[in-house]
């Protein structure tokens, strides 16, 4: 795959093709996202960060859930999975212990990673598996049509809250900083350089890694509530954000079109969890005990 | 691919594959210089596909590329373009 990538890419910048179009499965695009959507835009932010990066298209595999981003796998041109709804993380888990030179990303929705798959984002957070999590929250369930999402702000009217939602919502950037992540940051669809510059730079790290990239939903959540058209919402994104880099993730929750803090908010080190367990295996083993996952010298 | 206009009136130009634009305007709103309007042309879809009206104004920052969910446009400043045909000139000779 990666030769004729390669070719591709080249390709790509002296014929004048998009340059996003080599890492996209030709035969299924257009794709099905509605006009306004912003999943599309992350997409494009995400394919630039992987040209940036420089990384071996190879090693790179991208796992998504299911909902309108669970799309995404299915469109990129990468070693990708659709798994069941939720699953996500658990399969993106068994990916990198089975193959730990992979790059694994998890690009999903906020319905698919926080209400049915929650638990696997805990834990997998706790044992800081090496993956980077991608959560396009668009605060509703888009593809089952309109929902109550667990992300949903106190206010706005969904399908199942006629008269206006009143359960209090998450905030990811919190839950993902309590479990122990080591980086946290949350953009919105308007700031694209800025997004494409945290992925580059979430690719590059170790550890789990999560990205909160909030996306207007034009048909149900926008429409529902009369916020406009998809761009009306990418407006609003520019004129309520406010960029605190380093910012106290439990004071940046989201209201229903209040604030909206963005930025990068924890970037740390601590031991994956192959690291966690070569270190403890080799104290309580000894020589008995060969690294898993470790590159042999010289490499 | 559309073919680049002859007359180069800004610093860069924008390439739109108009076949699967879905109107959402984003490029539109989002161009710093606002360089870009509505075609009155419909795509095969039905939508109205973004067009550059004041070319003297693109800068070709691709920005409009970035903000594209539907990979449609692209912007590339003419510097950039002669590089890469150069480069791709001499790759082809040798």
Known sequence: MSESLDLRLALAETELENPVLPYLRQDRIPHIWCPGCGIGTSVNCFCRALTDSGLDLNKVAIVSGIGCTGRTAGYLNLDSFHTTHGRAIPFATGLKLGNPELNVVVYSGDGDLFAIGGNHFFHAARRNMDILVICVNNFTYGMTGGQVAPTTPVGPTQTTMPLGNFESPFNLPFIADACGATYVSRWTVYHVRQLAKAMKEALGKKGFRFIEVMSPCPTLYSRRNRLGDGVDQVKYYKESSVIKNGADTKDIGLGFQGEIVVGKFVDRERPTWLESMNDHFSHVLGDQFTPYGVKPEGE | ?94
């Open chain 2, 1 to 94: 691919m559309t073919v680049e206009d002859t007359a180069r009136k800004g610093k860069g130009t924008v390439f739109v594959r108009m076949e699967v634009c879905k109107g959402c305007s984003y490029c539109i709103d989002f161009c710093p210089t606002h360089a870009l309007d509505f075609s009155k042309e419909f795509n095969q879809k039905g939508y109205h596909f973004p067009e550059l009206n004041r070319p003297e104004d693109c800068t070709g920052c691709d920005l409009c590329g970035l903000f594209c969910p539907d990979f449609a446009i692209f912007g590339a400043r003419w510097k950039d373009l002669d590089e890469k045909r150069q480069q791709a000139a001499s790759q082809v000779k040798l």
